[in-house]
């Protein structure tokens, strides 16, 4: 049918270009400067960009605009695409419908589209080289390659920082109680701290056996608070048994999982020394305000000072209680992941 | 036996796809594999060999305690025989080095598991991205490729649901997009409709074999779900640690028809 009516070999639309306005230079070059700020993009952004619209078609200030505004924000999304396929697509249909002369009463479903055209799986699975894995990997591949094969796994640390992140913050009530200990370690570091420095201010120095008293006070304090937090970790290495089975199925190392649980724990560290600090200090100065007199001014200046070294002193203590527990992951075997039970 | 076969130029390989199908993908010859369990010696496995072809459609069957699971972890590289061999695409898995067998679960293997396996605190699309995350590729990559696994799952309006608000079905199906993230050869399922209805156990066995059929991928699939049977190139049954039949589908057909009458 489309054959009948298309003997002469012309697209209607390009009869209709032929007949346009006759070719002068200043046309061209302004055809010539639309292509080139579309160069560079890609057949996708381009595709979204024009949104189902011919180049010819649009001014060259338009394409500017458009540009400006697919930079400024991610109009070059999947949402973009979809509807400059859409409207391509309903261009299309109505090229069909002039050629074939018949109308279709819905029009095109896109999503049926969709599934057809894009899903397309010959497409899905057009990454998979045939080299031969056993040119990789393994006593017959060249030992340069399986030398190289060690850069091909990897978790860049900005990734295992934003999936601890994320880890921490979708198991807060998990994570507040894992801190706790390291939190009121480092509450009460920065309360003796404070007092130290309040008193100095108000001028009743203590004797040097109530500070080394004090400090041994602080250490055990953090030991105990170290303890804690490496024995939950260690708990919740135990129930993270199938994620962490799952992630080396996926491919990773051993080494990616000690990354993962370090930086949570440093995180939480982070977290539980900032708050602690803050609790530390805001107590004690309220508390010795109420009993020696002296100005805030005095003593505002070792605030910064002892809440820098709570904030160290958490995330460092807090990555140290973690290595033992991330071994102990990184230890599971993959096959972890099939286990039903704990 | 020499196991080396003539490796064709890249270019021919390309071009004789048809002929790739005839390959093995997965060998495994004579494996045992023994657990102790305090005094006494459980042997799993007894001496089992088994030759798959790529882009084949495999189920292991078998009563629990056949040792089915034990070859399908074997087979995966998710455990050390005692005895005999594994060749995934003609490597030895005995041979690789930890980097080499993350490799090649990364690139190679695609797993789908019976609890489904999601990490809980992503996305799906999260999910899908972790083992391209692995493989290194670009962030746009990995957007553009994940969307398009999430479309070919059906879920593509569920990107960014997290692994507990979707339905035991939709879990599935974002970890058969994970499993394909990297095109892989060959897909491992277990028991992949075990925690499944019905019918969205059905959908689940049409979508694995769609993508076979289409993609080309190698499933194995250690499943005591009967309604694999019926999409299945070959069934290997096992029975006490050692292959009891193989099954092909026309055989299968054969015995199902006299069923019938």
């Known amino acids: 049918m489309a054959d009948d009516t298309n003997t002469t070999g012309h697209d209607p639309v390009d009869e209709v270009d032929a007949s346009a306005a006759p070719i002068d230079a200043a046309a061209l070059a302004e055809t010539e400067a639309k292509h080139e700020l579309l160069e560079g993009l890609t057949e996708k952004e381009r595709r979204a960009l024009l949104a189902g619209d011919r180049v010819e078609a649009l001014s060259e200030d338009e394409i500017r605009s458009?540009?400006?505004?697919?930079d400024s924000g991610d109009t070059l999304g999947h949402e973009d695409l979809v509807q400059g396929m859409e409207r391509e697509l309903s261009a299309q249909t109505q090229v069909i419908d002039l050629l074939s002369d018949q109308r279709e009463p819905e029009g095109l479903n896109i999503a049926k589209v969709l599934d057809s055209s894009v899903i397309d799986l010959s497409m899905l699975m057009a990454r998979q080289v045939h080299d031969k894995t056993a040119d990789i990997i393994g006593p017959?591949?060249?030992a340069e390659r399986r030398e190289h094969v060690k850069d091909e796994i990897s978790l860049p640390n900005a990734k295992a920082i934003e999936m601890s992140v994320k880890s921490v913050r979708q198991r807060l009530g998990r994570v507040a109680i894992t801190g706790s200990s390291i939190f009121l370690g480092i509450a009460f570091f920065a309360s003796v701290r404070t007092t130290a420095l309040c008193l100095q201010a108000a001028g009743e120095a203590g004797d040097s056996g109530e500070?080394?008293?004090?400090?041994?006070?602080?250490?055990?304090?953090l030991l105990v608070s170290v303890v804690g937090i490496c024995n939950s970790m260690l708990m919740a290495v135990t129930e993270r048994f199938r994620e962490i089975g799952t992630m080396k199925c996926l491919g990773a190392l051993d080494q990616f999982i000690v990354k993962l649980f370090l930086i949570e724990s440093g995180v939480l560290g982070l977290l539980a020394g900032v708050f602690g600090s803050i609790l530390g200090i805001a107590m004690m100065y309220l508390v010795n305000t109420m009993r020696y007199t002296f100005s805030f001014a005095d003593v505002v200046g070792g605030f910064g000072g002892i809440l820098i070294q709570g904030i160290l002193l958490g995330?460092?203590?807090?990555?140290l209680a973690a290595i033992l527990p991330a071994r102990q992951a990184a230890r599971m075997p993959a096959a972890a992941a099939l286990r039903s039970t704990v | 036996m020499s196991t080396v076969t003539e490796a064709p130029a890249p270019s021919q390989?390309?071009?004789?796809?048809?002929a790739l199908t005839e390959e093995y993908i997965v060998r495994t010859k004579d494996l045992i594999k023994h657990f102790i369990m305090g005094e006494e010696t459980v042997e799993a496995l007894k001496g089992v060999s088994v030759d798959v072809f790529r882009g084949e459609y495999i189920s292991l069957m078998g009563p629990s305690g056949s040792g089915k699971s034990t070859l399908f972890n074997m087979i995966g590289g998710l455990d050390k025989p005692t005895g005999g061999t594994v060749f995934i695409d003609e490597v030895d898995m005995a041979q690789l080095d930890a980097y080499e067998l993350a490799w090649l679960r990364c690139r190679k293997i695609g797993y789908i598991f019976q609890t489904f396996n999601l990490i809980p605190v992503m996305t799906a699309l999260e999910n899908v991205t972790l083992p391209m995350v692995f493989a290194g590729l670009t962030q746009d990559e990995q957007m553009e490729r994940g969307r398009m696994l999430m479309d070919t799952v059906g879920l593509g309006h569920r990107l960014n649901n997290k692994p507990g608000e979707l339905s035991g079905g939709q879990q599935q199906r974002v970890a058969i997009a994970r499993s394909l993230a990297n095109?892989?050869?060959?897909i491992l399922a277990d028991e992949p409709t075990g925690n499944l209805d019905l019918k969205t156990g059905k959908e689940i066995i049409e979508l694995l074999r769609r993508l076979n059929q289409e993609s080309g991928v190698t499933v194995i699939s250690a499943t005591h779900d009967?309604?694999?049977v019926d999409v299945s190139d070959r069934i290997i049954w096992i029975r006490d640690g050692l292959i009891d039949r193989v099954q092909t589908r026309s055989e299968l057909g054969d015995q199902l028809t006299e069923m019938d009458h």
């Open chain 1, 66 to 70: 458009r540009l400006v505004a697919s």
């Open chain 1, 140 to 142: 017959k591949a060249s």
């Open chain 1, 211 to 221: 500070a080394a008293r004090l400090t041994w006070l602080i250490i055990m304090a």
């Open chain 1, 315 to 319: 995330s460092i203590l807090s990555v």
């Open chain 2, 13 to 18: 390989l390309a071009e004789n796809k048809g």
């Open chain 2, 183 to 186: 095109s892989p050869s060959i």
């Open chain 2, 226 to 228: 009967l309604k694999m």
